[in-house]
């Protein structure tokens, strides 16, 4: 096995990487002092299992990582790997090369590999011993090491040769073999008492197992009905849900429905607007048509009026002809008569003639300027009327505009106390979702709170619940190891009782006696002195050494129960044995005064207990023994008292009288006399276990009590956390819906408000054109008005004018008619003048010219009545509409 290379990191004065490897020839490492051979051969010995911190020149484990200097940082660890050849498989491990490596970190972590593959210190250890590598081999010596090894005990020096020898992984393999063997019998023991422990339990365990499994039963009959209720209350939900899901589609289709008939009724409503709009600039037009049609029927009636002024007048000129003809009948006899007076009258009807000429011409040229005048004025009064009309006109467009502008600004005031009503209905919504919400976040931070009291109970509760816990397994451990020792003491009381009532370590001969005595056939015999007396445990050797084989002696009644004993062994060949009679043995107690002596403890007769009827026997077999702590206070104490009584020391070495010592280790007898008082004190030791153990076992039921207690509060309060997450959950998935919703609702306000914005500029828009429709409807009013006032000055005149006009054109035809008369008379004087004497043919002539001009009045007359008669019509047709 060859030792082929060294690897080391961090390893105290090797910071970096360092490969050393040694080759064949390889003897020594060699350098100036401080260089690291010390610390190479340190590495080897660590890596190899090294523990002791002192064995590597430090004084604690994290010396071996490299500190640090001023130019570099300390290392976090430290590690060495140490390679060696195994082809000749000296090393129990596969391969031909195995590869030892130890890693140290400074939080006090260490790992060990063979090969690259983890393993513990034992395995490395384990792996090299026998071959002188070991963590305590000889063939690393370190510093100052050979003289300790040549000054060493030769139990040290055995160790070196044992393990050159390959002595020691024997050893080894012994020594953890017999600490297996001990760790399983004190394991085998441990289940004795165990077994011994359980087998009490098995009945009430078995009565809890049954409850057990009769809870594992109900709990899945619970299981089961829980789920099947979780079942129907699914089935339960899912209905509700579908019926609530169909109340919902039919809510949604009415309110389709509703949407539809409400768009319906809108439409309508525009169309009904339109409507009224239409039939209101109807109404305004037939307005403006009933103003011309009056206008126009007053131009009838006037047209109606002349044209009854031409009839009268026709009618007049009828009459006259008329009268003329009769009178023309008449007094055609005086026509002769009247030549002369018509010459005369020609003369003044042609100077009358010529008057009215001139009259009529003044008057044609006054009925001319009227004319003109007439002419010019209807010119201006039909632009003025003209004017006025498109006034009105307009008027009416901007009053239909200003109905339409109102209509349209009573609905944004419609529209605009609708989205406040909205906005009201909305931010009461808004405000009654907040106070959800911050009742909702009040709920969250209440259980919230309550959930850290809730923890912080349980955290209370738990460390509560382990503290009792801790305290009851610790109750429980210490009441085990009492129901242990309680067992052992038993255990041992019984068999030192059976050795008691067996009388083990006694003579045949007195088991015989004893026995037989038990029996009652030896009556009288009281037992051994081992049975008769009693003492503490510290003086039982002195004791049973100074009693000796007196141990055994009986004391008996009297010298006839002796008698009697001896017979009976006699008769049965049983052996031999020494009888104390009561009435005859006498004892001797010392009398020296000892108390001053060092180490004397006291007279053997006075160290025991016994029944003061047994006061002689105890005092002959140990009234003259004294009982010292050790050899050498008998030996002070003997010499300066002349041998004169027994001394005994606690450990069992006898002075005798006389002078002669009896010492050494202790005989076979040793144990008769303690055996009753260890029963006795065993028996002590279990009562006061037992009532230890019952006054602990109070203690235990009020901590199981406390536990269950606790437990039971821990798991309400498992309940109540359950509860209260769920309603965590609940909450804040109701706060996310309130706070979405309060979303929805802050964005929905803010979409009435920018409604309610444009309604009020609408408004104001249309207050603006409103009131500037009412100023150009006012200005055209007053324009109207101040055009009606010019048309009523302008009717008047025109009234004036065609006043004039018809006084003038009555004036004209009365001039006319009179010069005409004139004419005619004149003619007719010249006719009468001219042709009397065709008077007759003349007058015929001239009486069917007037027949004629008769017809023709009439005629016009027909004609001027049917105008009347139309123009009536028109004019009554233009009322009715």
Known sequence: MLLKSLEMQGFKSFPDKTKLDFHQGVTAVVGPNGSGKSNISDAVRWVLGETSSKSLRGSKMEDVIFGGTQDRKPQ????VSLAFDNTTHLLDWEGDEVVVTRKYYRSGESEYFINGKPVLLKNIVELFMDTGLGRDGYSIIGQGRIDEIVSARSGDRREIFEEAAGITKYRYRKQESERKLQKAEENLVRLRDILGELESRIGPLKEQSEKAKQFLELADQKKTLEIS???????SSKQNLRQQEDELLLARQNYDTVVRELNTIEEQTQKVYEQIQQLQMQTEQLRLQKE????????????????HNDIEHNQETIQRFQEEIRAFSATSEQLEQQKL????????????????????????QQLLQLSQQGSDFSDYYEQL???????????????LGIVTKQDQLQQQYHQQELLQQNYSRGQSEANANQEELMEVKQLLEQLEENRGSLSNSKQGYQLKLESRKKKQQELNDYLDRLNTEISSYQQRIKILSDLENSLEGFAYSVKTIMKESQHGQLPGIHGTIAQLIELPSKYAIAIETALGGSLQHVVVENENAAKRAIRFLKEKKAGRATFLPLTSIRGNKLQQNLQNEEGYLGLASDLVHYDPAYEQIILNALGRTVVVEDLDDATVIAKKYQYKFRIVTLDGQLVNAGGSFTGGSQNKNAGLLNRKNEISELQQGVKRLVEKQESYQGTKQQLDSQVSQLEAQLQGIDSEMTVLNEDMIRYTGEQKRLSQLEEQQQQRLRDIQSQTDRCALEIERFQQEIKQA??????????????EQELSGLKESRDDLVGQRKELDNQMNQLRIQRAERGKELENAQMFLQELEN???????RLGDLEQNIQTHQQQIKQLEQQIVLLEEESNN????
Do not use: P, Y
């Not at 100077?351 to 008057?363: C, F, P, R, S």
């Not at 009412?774 to 055009?787: D, I, L, R």
């Not at 233009?878 to 509409?881: K, L, S, V």
């Open 839 to 845: 008077r007759s043919r003349s007058a015929q002539d």
């Open 292 to 307: 011309q049609n009056e206008q126009t029927s007053s131009q009838r009636i006037a047209k109606i009026a002349v044209l």
């Open 76 to 79: 976090g660890f430290a590690q």
């Open 774 to 787: 009412e100023q150009v409807v006012e200005q055209s009013e007053t324009e109207m008005k101040a055009m």
């Open 878 to 881: 233009f009322t009715e509409q």
């Open 341 to 364: 007076q018509k010459a005369e009258e020609i003369q003044t009807l042609q100077t009358a003639m010529e008057e009215l000429q001139i009259k009529l011409e003044q008057l044609e």
């Open 385 to 399: 009327n003209q004017r006025l009309n498109h006034l009105v006109l307009e008027r009416s467009k901007n009053k």
């Open 229 to 235: 209720l979780w079942v129907h209350t699914l089935e």
